[in-house]
């Protein structure tokens, strides 16, 4: 291989300094080579510098003038023989067999560095042996596939962190695509109701993806303007199923948790719930779906013994019927009768056993919903998913949830949060995985986050979340490169990788519903 440069500065086992030689060219993103005792380690440029030996603060004080600067660089020959490079290279490892070993020394200083191939690179980045793997694009300045290993990425969980308009629900479709390829369920959390556009193929590929979308509507919430604006744009109507919870089904702490966010519980309310609740639960598996007003009779029976004496038990007792009729009639999002329609379409109960044993993309559209009902449909779903896979009923299953600082926030409370750090910490023993996406990953809960053992970054601008990015990332100790990224391109960190990817995305094989709306008026 041809020797391209030679290093300078060695200052850890992560990265090296060298100085190309004179008319090599590079660019960031570039791979090279070096030798660590006599083994041959890629690295890869993501930074260059240059830099001119005269240019000092004595010399910079007379550049006063253009004329000045001319007869400087013409007496000196600055930009000749004072002009060079330096470029600094993460080492990223040698290949070995079928895995990528970290070399456990630094390269030495006047180490000379080599130019990579093609050949050696597509073997360099070749996919192990053992293991499932997928492509979502190609390694960035090369026709190189970036492989993942599909395993680690769904049940090791994974995050997709970047800036609001950076393409994350774009890369979010791509490895869905590809993941629907191996036959698994994915359960899809929507709040902006995009994910619809998967549905509708964008090429051949994309006609067995759109075949294993199932959409959901959850609750009884007016989707008019999504389908109009679907049809409009595909020349399809959107077809989907009405879906909502069986009161029943809301787990005690949730249930305590929002009654008293939005009505408040005194003690004695909270007494009487927690006895008539596990009386009026106490079915098992399946629970009936009967009338609020014989659920909460249910409850009150169940529950009037834990009931202060007298008129005060009495209170107590009307004060949580009220607030329990409250929840129950005002939120969309439940079902208190078989049967029931809304606009004329039947709701059906969720059903979590078909979501986790149906290799089908499950897409929950919570568009409709106001932020306090996507938090309690998301987690009373999550715990049935849960559930069910605790009985090892289940497919290996990824759950994407998008806008999840929404859901998971690092501040404040959220009725979902729970259920979302349950799968976070316990799922990867029941096969569920979590992909967790926001344009926020300092609001995020780090708990949460620190369980996605695959970080996908895109750009990213906000200097708090670039700094966050310094403390999660490998290899990413200098995150401002992820300024400059274009919505095509991504950097991929963590187990299901061998080594940190720089990749440009592949195209969708389905529609992609995120796009943003052109500021020209459409005629």
């Given at each position: 291989?041809?020797?391209?440069?030679?290093?300078?500065?060695?200052?850890?086992?992560?990265?090296?300094?060298?100085?190309?030689?004179?008319?090599?060219?590079?660019?960031?993103?570039?791979?090279?080579?070096?030798?660590?005792?006599?083994?041959?380690?890629?690295?890869?440029?993501?930074?260059?510098?240059?830099?001119?030996?005269?240019?000092?603060?004595?010399?910079?004080?007379?550049?006063?003038?253009?004329?000045?600067?001319?007869?400087?660089?013409?007496?000196?020959?600055?930009?000749?023989?004072?002009?060079?490079?330096?470029?600094?290279?993460?080492?990223?490892?040698?290949?070995?067999?079928?895995?990528?070993?970290?070399?456990?020394?630094?390269?030495?200083?006047?180490?000379?560095?080599?130019?990579?191939?093609?050949?050696?690179?597509?073997?360099?980045?070749?996919?192990?042996?053992?293991?499932?793997?997928?492509?979502?694009?190609?390694?960035?300045?090369?026709?190189?596939?970036?492989?993942?290993?599909?395993?680690?990425?769904?049940?090791?969980?994974?995050?997709?962190?970047?800036?609001?308009?950076?393409?994350?629900?774009?890369?979010?479709?791509?490895?869905?695509?590809?993941?629907?390829?191996?036959?698994?369920?994915?359960?899809?959390?929507?709040?902006?109701?995009?994910?619809?556009?998967?549905?509708?193929?964008?090429?051949?590929?994309?006609?067995?993806?759109?075949?294993?979308?199932?959409?959901?509507?959850?609750?009884?919430?007016?989707?008019?303007?999504?389908?109009?604006?679907?049809?409009?744009?595909?020349?399809?109507?959107?077809?989907?199923?009405?879906?909502?919870?069986?009161?029943?089904?809301?787990?005690?702490?949730?249930?305590?948790?929002?009654?008293?966010?939005?009505?408040?519980?005194?003690?004695?309310?909270?007494?009487?719930?927690?006895?008539?609740?596990?009386?009026?639960?106490?079915?098992?598996?399946?629970?009936?779906?009967?009338?609020?007003?014989?659920?909460?009779?249910?409850?009150?029976?169940?529950?009037?013994?834990?009931?202060?004496?007298?008129?005060?038990?009495?209170?107590?007792?009307?004060?949580?019927?009220?607030?329990?009729?409250?929840?129950?009639?005002?939120?969309?999002?439940?079902?208190?009768?078989?049967?029931?329609?809304?606009?004329?379409?039947?709701?059906?109960?969720?059903?979590?056993?078909?979501?986790?044993?149906?290799?089908?993309?499950?897409?929950?559209?919570?568009?409709?919903?106001?932020?306090?009902?996507?938090?309690?449909?998301?987690?009373?779903?999550?715990?049935?998913?849960?559930?069910?896979s605790t009985r090892r009923?289940?497919?290996?299953?990824?759950?994407?949830?998008?806008?999840?600082?929404?859901?998971?926030?690092?501040?404040?409370?959220?009725?979902?949060?729970?259920?979302?750090?349950?799968?976070?910490?316990?799922?990867?023993?029941?096969?569920?995985?979590?992909?967790?996406?926001?344009?926020?990953?300092?609001?995020?809960?780090?708990?949460?986050?620190?369980?996605?053992?695959?970080?996908?970054?895109?750009?990213?601008?906000?200097?708090?979340?670039?700094?966050?990015?310094?403390?999660?990332?490998e290899h990413l100790d200098?995150p401002r490169p992820l300024?400059?990224?274009?919505?095509?391109?991504?950097?991929?960190?963590?187990?299901?990788?061998?080594?940190?990817?720089?990749?440009?995305?592949?195209?969708?094989?389905?529609?992609?519903?995120?796009?943003?709306?052109?500021?020209?008026?459409?005629?």
């Amino acid at each position: 291989m041809a020797k391209i440069g030679v290093v300078v500065k060695s200052p850890s086992l992560y990265y090296y300094v060298f100085k190309p030689f004179r008319g090599v060219e590079l660019d960031v993103g570039s791979f090279v080579a070096t030798e660590i005792d006599g083994v041959r380690v890629i690295s890869r440029v993501v930074a260059i510098r240059h830099r001119n030996a005269v240019v000092d603060p004595r010399l910079i004080a007379h550049f006063d003038e253009e004329s000045t600067v001319k007869e400087i660089k013409e007496t000196l020959g600055i930009e000749e023989a004072l002009y060079y490079t330096e470029a600094k290279a993460v080492v990223l490892g040698a290949r070995r067999d079928r895995k990528i070993l970290k070399p456990q020394k630094p390269v030495k200083p006047l180490s000379y560095v080599y130019s990579t191939t093609p050949e050696e690179l597509e073997q360099f980045f070749a996919p192990g042996e053992e293991g499932t793997y997928i492509s979502i694009g190609k390694i960035k300045g090369t026709s190189i596939p970036a492989y993942i290993d599909a395993e680690r990425l769904v049940t090791h969980h994974c995050a997709i962190l970047a800036s609001t308009g950076a393409g994350k629900s774009y890369l979010a479709g791509v490895i869905v695509e590809r993941l629907s390829a191996l036959d698994i369920p994915i359960v899809v959390i929507d709040p902006h109701g995009e994910y619809s556009s998967m549905a509708v193929p964008a090429s051949e590929e994309g006609k067995h993806v759109s075949e294993k979308v199932r959409i959901f509507v959850v609750g009884k919430t007016d989707v008019t303007h999504l389908d109009q604006a679907f049809m409009k744009r595909y020349g399809i109507p959107r077809t989907y199923t009405r879906i909502g919870l069986n009161p029943r089904s809301i787990p005690l702490r949730t249930l305590e948790k929002i009654l008293d966010l939005l009505y408040g519980l005194t003690d004695a309310q909270r007494r009487i719930l927690e006895e008539g609740w596990q009386s009026a639960t106490s079915y098992g598996e399946r629970q009936p779906l009967t009338s609020v007003e014989e659920l909460i009779k249910e409850v009150l029976e169940g529950g009037k013994h834990a009931a202060p004496p007298g008129f005060a038990g009495e209170m107590s007792l009307r004060g949580l019927e009220g607030r329990l009729k409250a929840l129950f009639y005002t939120s969309p999002v439940f079902i208190t009768r078989y049967g029931e329609t809304y606009q004329g379409e039947p709701i059906k109960l969720i059903d979590p056993e078909m979501y986790l044993t149906t290799p089908s993309i499950h897409i929950f559209d919570i568009s409709g919903l106001d932020i306090l009902d996507q938090q309690l449909f998301l987690a009373v779903l999550l715990d049935q998913l849960y559930r069910v896979s605790t009985r090892r009923k289940n497919l290996t299953t990824l759950i994407i949830i998008e806008e999840a600082h929404n859901y998971a926030p690092a501040a404040g409370s959220s009725v979902a949060k729970s259920y979302i750090a349950k799968i976070a910490r316990e799922g990867r023993k029941f096969g569920l995985g979590l992909c967790l996406i926001t344009q926020r990953p300092t609001k995020l809960d780090p708990d949460v986050v620190s369980q996605a053992m695959t970080q996908i970054f895109k750009r990213m601008i906000n200097p708090h979340d670039l700094r966050y990015v310094a403390t999660v990332a490998e290899h990413l100790d200098d995150p401002r490169p992820l300024r400059t990224l274009d919505e095509a391109e991504a950097v991929v960190t963590g187990i299901s990788v061998p080594v940190p990817l720089m990749i440009v995305v592949d195209q969708r094989w389905t529609q992609h519903g995120g796009i943003t709306p052109s500021i020209r008026r459409q005629v």
